[in-house]
């Protein structure tokens, strides 16, 4: 896509009040993880004082039942959260759009072979098996928990851009570039991937938000990073201690909400985007 | 010997849930381009027309035929063979909006084409061609480069699909349509384009269109095809003057004519069901046809050659030498 294209998209983009509300919240939380240990002097996994004290000025979300800042543990959760996001979600597309072009492209056999592989995938509980993966490494930190969740969450995304990729390969301009002798990874980068751009970047922000449930999901029934904080980690020590039961609502609220708000923001840039590229999907 | 040569080539589609339908979309089709000569294909919608040209391109493989370009079985090449057959043969499509990728601008595949077939050139020797060709099809260059397709008219962009056809220097071109989205006015620029090379560089064009008079006008031979099948077939003026075939004759009843006011002359029926006609066991126009007997119905016409034209057609069954 060139520049100008580009440029006209977001203008366009920064029309509509979905993507401007979810950027706005995103960027805020972006921001909050980027400035995070600038703005708490406390270590998310240091004993700060006394335990369970409820939000002051000192502690902003209070302490839990071992004396951690749980405003530094949020904010550092955040962090993790937010790589496993982008880390999932970055090579759950990458695999999804590479099967997808290979499989709708080349057609044939290597079709069927890419697509039993992905029906496989498709029908097996992912959560099941990012269970059993993850108990099987005794050592998890975040950057293999992102691995796990990309190399498992690809397959819609390949349905997806195989069936676009399907529809685009039997278009005329396809075919002259296959009589102008452009080999068939040109024909796909050159000629099918930029007019997909906008679908695989919404396909992108899905599933960074997916990576994040996911990572979410893994964390509290305890098969998070084995060493570290994350927002999955912080609820899972919540509820294993019954905060909520004893009172201490600072410690599992706020790390709710924060997840909440990050997958909302996405979901909002998500459908607004949907409606910028797809003008029959706009209200008025 | 001819320099394309197509055998018995059939295309089933199979559609509907579990592909029970079969679609014969070109049946048993038997012909011929020889070097230097401008072959119309002519037909309505759905005769199969566009199908064979991208069976000739490798674009759908035949399910049943073969297809030879200077004797070579087009769809047994590998590898290099491949890009030799696209520097003798190139196409052009019908709709000049879809042949130019949408987000990139017009002359980037011109580049790209004149990059595989002709790497030798260098950077002055690769302008100075693109120019070339593009003024061959009548466009100034500061007209069209640099701009996006949609930046450009139906007819600027079929000239720059035939200029990017022409880069390569081929021998045959496949042309299915290149005139019928374009303005009237511009039409026949277009087909003296292709007149031109013939006459001067010996350009082999298989021109397919539904028009029988725009066939008439460059061509120096006509295919009719009729929902897949080959009725008539010779050389354009005979054909056009004297249809041997009913089909042919109802294209040419069915040309507007300035000096007289329009009344059907031949007793036409309406289309039926689509698909009807794929399934019959006789003549396919049969349902169709003014001169339809009981025969026609019932089993395929034999194709009889008369000269150097041959029809398919059951009036004709008492003459000529059976092929």
């Not at chain 1, 979300?61 to 962090?79: A, E, I, K, P, W």
């Not at chain 1, 509820?239 to 009172?247: D, K, P, R, T, Y």
């Not at chain 2, 001819?2 to 592909?19: I, M, N, P, Q, S």
Request: net charge positive; proline share 6%; charged share 20%.
């Amino acid at each position: 896509m060139k520049l100008g294209s580009i440029t006209e998209t977001l203008r366009l983009a920064f029309r509509n009040g979905k993507v401007k509300a979810g950027t706005a919240v995103l960027f805020f939380l972006l921001l909050l993880a980027a400035a995070g240990p600038v703005l708490t002097p406390y270590q998310p996994l240091k004993y700060t004082g006394e335990p369970s004290l409820p939000p002051s000025p000192r502690h902003p979300l209070g302490t839990n039942m071992f004396g951690y800042d749980v405003f530094s543990q949020t904010v550092y959760g955040l962090r993790s959260s937010i790589l496993v996001g982008f880390l999932g979600g970055a090579i759950a597309t990458l695999i999804g759009v590479l099967i997808g072009f290979v499989a709708g492209y080349k057609g044939g056999l290597v079709d069927e072979g890419l697509m039993v592989l992905t029906n496989i995938l498709l029908v097996i509980p992912t959560l099941a098996l990012l269970i059993v993966i993850a108990a099987y490494l005794p050592y998890r930190g975040i950057v293999v928990e992102s691995v796990i969740i990309g190399l498992t969450s690809w397959p819609w995304t390949a349905r997806a851009v195989r069936a676009q990729t399907l529809a685009l390969r039997q278009r005329d301009f396809v075919l002259v570039a296959r009589m102008s002798g452009e080999s068939p990874l040109a024909i796909i980068l050159g000629e099918i991937a930029p007019n997909m751009l906008s679908y695989i970047f919404m396909v992108f922000i899905l599933q960074f938000g997916g990576a994040i449930l996911n990572a979410v999901g893994l964390d509290f029934i305890g098969l998070g990073p084995t060493r570290g904080v994350s927002l999955g980690i912080i609820l899972q020590q919540a509820v294993l201690w019954n905060a909520i039961q004893l009172g201490l609502w600072w410690w599992a609220i706020p790390p709710g909400l924060v997840i909440a708000l990050l997958l909302t923001s996405l979901y909002m840039v998500n459908t607004g985007l949907d409606e910028v590229f797809n003008p029959r999907l706009r209200g008025d | 010997m001819a320099l394309l040569r197509l055998e018995d080539v059939t295309k089933v589609f199979r559609t509907g849930l579990f592909g029970g339908q079969e679609i014969r979309a070109v049946e048993d089709v038997t012909m011929e381009v020889k070097e230097g000569e401008i072959v119309s294909l002519v037909g309505e919608s759905g005769s199969g027309k566009t199908t064979i040209a991208r069976m000739i391109l490798r674009f759908y493989r035949p399910t049943k035929g073969r297809i030879y370009y200077k004797g070579r079985d087009v769809w047994r090449l590998r590898g290099d063979e491949v890009k030799w057959y696209y520097s003798e043969v190139q196409g052009i499509f019908q709709d000049p909006y879809s042949s130019f990728n949408p987000i990139h601008r017009v002359e980037r595949i011109l580049y790209k084409t004149l990059h595989h077939f002709h790497p030798s050139l260098g950077g002055r020797g690769v302008e100075e061609r693109i120019r070339e060709a593009i003024e061959r099809v009548g466009l100034h260059p500061g007209d069209v480069l640099g701009k996006y397709p949609h930046q450009l008219s139906g007819g600027q962009l079929q000239r720059l699909s035939i200029a990017r056809a022409l880069l390569v220097e081929p021998s045959l071109i496949i042309a299915d349509e290149p005139v019928s989205m374009l303005d009237a006015s511009t039409r026949i620029d277009v087909l003296n384009i292709f007149a031109d090379l013939r006459d001067k560089e010996g350009l082999s064009v298989l021109m397919i269109g539904h028009d029988i008079l725009l066939a008439n006008y460059v061509s120096d031979r006509v295919v009719v095809l009729y929902k897949g099948n080959i009725v008539e077939e010779g050389p354009a003026k005979p054909v056009f003057v004297n249809p041997l075939h009913p089909y042919t004759g109802m294209l040419l009843e069915s040309i507007p004519r300035l000096d007289k006011k329009w009344e059907k002359r031949l007793e036409e029926k309406a289309e039926e069901e689509e698909y009807t006609a794929y399934r019959l066991k006789g003549c396919r126009f049969a349902p169709r046809c003014p001169a339809a007997r009981k025969i026609c119905f019932e089993a395929k016409p034999p194709t009889l050659k008369l000269e150097e034209r041959s029809v398919a057609c059951w009036i004709y069954s008492d003459y000529g030498e059976k092929s």
